[in-house]
Every structure is written in structure tokens, then in C-alpha cells.
């Protein structure tokens, strides 16, 4: 058998570096789109968050710069409904504050100073403060009745949140079993060029002769 063609093709793939870092960053934008940003996110943050996800990934190819890529944008989602969670429930603690007053005072009465106290309004503010002291409560009841409200929204959020930590665990385990497999075979690519190079065709069949009967 003539092992000439496989020499020269082993050899060239075992000391082919692959497209530049700069070439495989085009195609990689090109793949991916546009950053995934939304309005008032901060794009400079999400390079940096890149660069140092990159580090640490330390990608050799393009398979492994999308999983790299892939764990960036899953983990600037996960972080981006964490804080889009609080966001929500400080948006809605007037309806946390509505609860507790109508235990405290007249529909009519507490409306008007929920309103006024989400509103910053330093009378209603102070009334609704001495109305919680007196009845032993403080801001954190507002913010936990506010959580009991909106509780099914509460929980979609964290649903999503919990969603996506799964897609990105199992991603750091598709990436590591993957770079395994990928340097298992490289190093048997050149093992093989190895033995092309210093023993010839006849000491290569040898050693896949030998290889194969194990």
C-alpha cells in the first residue's frame, strides 16, 4: 500500500496552525450576529466580560470559540433577569405597601399614601413609616407582601434564571468533553506523523497493524 499521500497529508495537518485569531474573530462575528445587547446595556462591560471569558476558555479553534462565546451570552442573560428581578419587584412595591396598609387603615387612605410614598412624597413617607413602626412592621414587610403578590411572576423569572444555569452547565461539560476528544485525536495525528517521519510507510502499517490487533 502506498502511504506516501498519508504522510504528506499527516504531516501538513500536525503542523497546520489553522486560520488566524483575527480571521477566526470575522467569522465568528459573522456567525454570530450582533452583540446581544439590549437598549442601556453597556457594550464595553460585555467585551470585557469576552476577553476574560476567553482567557480562561483559552480556545484553540473555532468549535471551541463559540462554546465560549455560547457560555459569554448565556451567562450576560442569566445576570441581566437576576437584576431585571429585583428591578421588578422594586417597581411593584406599592403593591406590597397597598396590602399592608388596607390592614391598617381604609382602602381610600391607604391608596393615597402608597402612592404618595412610592412617589417619594417626604409627608406620606413619614406617615407610612410611623403607621409600620406602630404596628411593628418596616420596610422589609413591604418588600416580602410584594414577593407574595406577585409571586407567580417572581417565580417565572427564576424559572428562566434556573433554565438557563442548566443550558450552561451542561454546555461547560459538552466544552470539556469536546476538547478532550479534540486533543485525543490530535495527539494521535501526531503520533502518526511521527512514525511516517522517522520510520517510512513500512513502520506506519506496522504500527497500525499492531493497533488494530490490540
Known sequence: MDFSGLKEMTKTSVRAKGP???????????LLGDLPLLNGENAEAFDKFCRDVSRFFSPTNIIEEIYARNYVDLSWEIERYRRDLTHFINANLYWGLLDVLHRL????KAEKLAKGWVSAKSQEVQVVDQMLAD?????DHIRAQTMAVKIEDIERFNHLIVVLETRRDSLIREFERFRATYRRLHSKGAEIAEVVELGGPHRLASSVSRTDSA
Do not use: C, H, V
Not at 488566524?20 to 459573522?30: I, Q, V, Y
Open 20 to 30: 488566524s485569531r483575527s480571521k477566526t474573530g470575522l467569522a465568528l462575528r459573522e
Open 105 to 108: 387603615t381604609d382602602y381610600e
Open 135 to 139: 404596628a411593628g412592621l418596616s420596610r
